[in-house]
């Protein structure tokens, strides 16, 4: 048996592979990018929920938002510390992102227009997140496994919290039911563009489900996520913006219209309404952030001198 046979029975067998085993280049390779565009999309989705931190309509929206967002921070950085296992820096990492050379999901591309956005992007972008991630738990690399259990929790969390601003909507005045009503018609098409191509347009998914990187596929989980989300419209009260939706007696799943896969590829190429003020966005604050960098290196330095001195 050859290291790239050993390798694979590893994983057939379920066990995990570590940072110290050995992988073929490839494996590292694609961890590296899905690993680093994950991390990258949680802190860029950052950006347009903190849109509405300073509009939240009460002090208790406000401190729940704030936490939301500050778990999407956490979210990111324990993805870069699982990354940096497979030798990459996170400086690397962020440079990538910051000239455009990495990618980040096509959902945070899309602007916040009101505080029901707040509402839709809890239920449907977390409620996708949540589809997606569950697999991630068994996902044959070990620390990014780990980094997705305690994501997934608090991933539902904001899941919830989502959910429950939308019913406060939909049981208030008719013009908050059309706010959370305008907030799905603008959410759900993007929300299912997160899920990636058609498996058949999908370059990735054989070699990552043959890893067990990834175990199900994008069209599967997209459709695993309209199953779960259609009902909750319906108890919502809320129209699906798709006039093909349909539940299929014969499968027990719904069907549902063709996605604009050309919308979806000018967001991924950095052609969205959003794509130039999330990235001059980010790389405004990693420029006004280097006094923090540069302090907190002379700090940590100050210590280690001073730590070797008494020893
Ligand atoms: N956006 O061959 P596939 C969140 C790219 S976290 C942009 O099917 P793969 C939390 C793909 O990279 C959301 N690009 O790729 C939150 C590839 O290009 P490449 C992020 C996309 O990797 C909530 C090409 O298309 N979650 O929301 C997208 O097998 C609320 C071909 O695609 C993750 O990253 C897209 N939507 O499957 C935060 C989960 N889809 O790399 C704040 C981990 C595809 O060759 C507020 N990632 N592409 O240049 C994954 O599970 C996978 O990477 C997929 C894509 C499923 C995203």
Redesign the pocket.
């Known amino acids: 048996m050859d290291q790239t046979e050993r390798f694979q029975a590893i994983v057939d067998a379920e066990e995990k592979i570590e940072p110290t085993d050995w992988m073929p280049e490839e494996y590292r390779k694609s961890l590296i ?3 680093a ?2 991390a990258h ?2 802190i860029i ?2 950006q ?2 903190g849109n509405w931190i300073s509009r939240a309509p009460t002090l208790k929206r406000k401190a729940i938002l704030m936490a ?1 967002v500050q778990d ?1 921070a956490g ?1 990111g950085l324990y993805l870069y510390s699982a990354a940096e296992t497979l030798g990459i820096s996170r400086d690397e990492m962020l440079r990538l992102l910051h000239t455009g050379r990495h ?6 591309n899309y602007p916040t227009l009101s505080w029901a956005d707040m509402g839709a ?2 239920w449907l ?2 409620g ?2 949540i589809t ?2 569950v697999m ?1 738990t068994r996902s044959s690399y070990g620390p990014y496994a780990r980094a997705m259990v305690r994501i997934c929790k608090e ?1 539902s969390f ?1 899941q919830r919290q989502g959910y429950e601003i939308m019913l406060t909507l939909c049981r208030g005045s008719a013009e908050q039911r059309a706010m959370a009503q305008d907030a799905l018609d603008r959410w759900w098409w993007p929300s299912l ?5 058609h498996d058949t ?5 054989e070699q ?1 489900m043959a890893w067990k990187i ?1 175990r199900i596929s ?1 069209d599967e ?1 997209r459709q695993q996520f309209v199953d779960m989300t259609v009902p909750q419209a319906d108890y919502l009260g809320l129209t699906m913006p798709d006039p093909d939706m349909r539940f299929d007696e014969e499968t027990g799943h719904y069907r549902f219209g063709e996605i604009d896969w050309d919308e ?1 590829w000018a ?2 190429k950095g052609d969205g309404p959003m794509n130039r003020e999330r990235i001059a966005a980010k790389n405004r604050a990693w420029d006004e952030g280097a006094w923090v960098r540069e302090a907190a290196a002379a700090h940590a330095a100050k210590h280690a001198a001073a730590a070797r001195r008494s020893a």
């Open positions: 990018r899905q690993i565009q994950h999309s949680e989705g950052m347009p929920e939301k999407e979210h990618k980040y999901s096509s959902i945070f992007i809890g972008v977390d996708a997140a997606n991630q991630l991933e904001h563009m997160m899920f990636g191509p347009a999908s370059t990735h998914t990552s990834k994008n989980l979806f967001v991924v």
